[in-house]
């Protein structure tokens, strides 16, 4: 079986994210901190106290106690005490960060405190995600589902201090939580989504998108995913191209693709094994949809992945 039957379990399976947490500012007084820009994304929460988030190109933002952010591919950015910090004097947030914190001005019990993260995906897949979100989510504690994020970061606040074997792979798995969570409040928040997020809402594209992601291997018409949907053909292709950026029939090919490609890379199924699994009757028609998609045939695609890994070929 390919894939996860579920649009967001498919994505994060090729995403396949890796989570890192930290440092965190603990700050008081006049101050401000830097982070460096980051491939991917970054996120993190305000568990004491507010602070202003300042993106280059992007109008200061106010967080307060409870609120979560995640940026996508970001620039430097700063968080402050005030909306006028100087980016240029702001305290450098690095590696370095005694006990994973780093404290700016005296401890004092009305500090802030922000804890920041990263999510780092595999580089061939990251734009399955970055490109259908905006530069800046913020989930705000008055959000329904900032209660389900408060109870997974406090989690995550646990396995840290505890230190514990197995602690990497259990915030691995904390992270995905998470990041789907805020993707969840992302959809809600919006109305509208876009892309596979569409699958979020519970509309006719919605029910399209999850029946078409359950059953990869069958042999969807434009007639059947417009019923699954309870819509006219014409109003489905419509609708589904304005929210999704591609025809449904296209969407299904390129998603084919890209689960393929990432078995292929991955050796986790033969060429004909994934001619099945992607809803095509031959191994020949299935290269030839993969060909006109990718530029090459399968077996080439996974001669040159294989061979970027190391790994030496085997039959297909």
């Known amino acids: 079986m390919l894939g996860f039957r579920d649009p967001v379990a498919d994505a994060i399976g090729l995403l ?3 989570t890192s947490i ?3 500012v603990q700050a008081t007084g006049e101050w ?12 993190g929460f305000v568990a004491r106290g507010g602070c202003w988030l300042l993106l280059q190109g992007h109008e200061p933002v106010r967080l307060e106690r409870g609120d979560y952010y995640l940026l996508g591919n970001p620039d430097p950015y700063v968080l402050s005490g005030t909306p006028t910090a100087d980016p240029r004097s702001a305290v450098r947030v690095g590696g370095n960060a005694a006990g994973g914190v780093v404290r700016i001005g005296p401890e004092a019990e009305d500090d802030t405190y922000v804890c920041d993260g990263r999510f780092t995906f595999e580089d061939a897949n990251a734009s399955v995600l970055t490109d259908i979100l905006p530069r800046l989510v913020v989930v ?4 329904p589902r900032a209660r389900h994020l408060a109870l997974v970061c406090e ?3 646990v396995e840290l201090e505890a230190d514990a074997a197995g602690g990497p792979l259990v915030l691995n798995h904390l992270g995905q939580i998470m990041l789907v969570h805020m993707l969840r409040a992302h959809a809600s928040r919006t109305g509208r989504p876009v892309g596979w997020l569409c699958a979020l809402n519970d509309d006719g594209i919605g029910a399209a998108l999850r029946a078409m992601h359950a059953d990869m291997a069958h042999s969807w018409t434009l007639r ?5 949907g309870h819509m006219s053909r014409s109003a489905f292709a419509r609708t589904f191209k304005e929210r999704v950026g591609v025809p449904p029939l296209e969407y299904l090919i390129q998603w084919r693709m890209s689960l393929a490609r ?3 890379r991955h050796g986790t199924l033969s060429i004909p094994e994934l001619a099945s699994a992607t809803g095509y009757r031959s191994e020949s028609a299935f ?9 090459v045939s399968p077996a080439r695609f996974r001669s040159r992945a294989r061979s970027a890994a190391g790994v030496k070929a085997r039959p297909a």
């Open 22 to 24: 930290g440092p965190s």
């Open 287 to 295: 290269s030839t949809a993969f060909r006109r998609v990718v530029g």
């Open 224 to 228: 059947e995913l417009a019923e699954a």
């Open 140 to 143: 705000p504690s008055t959000d």
């Open 155 to 157: 989690l995550l606040v």
């Open 262 to 264: 990432d078995a292929l």
């Open 32 to 43: 401000a901190a830097r982070f460096d820009g980051a491939a991917h994304m970054r996120t």
């Open 16 to 18: 396949r994210p890796s």
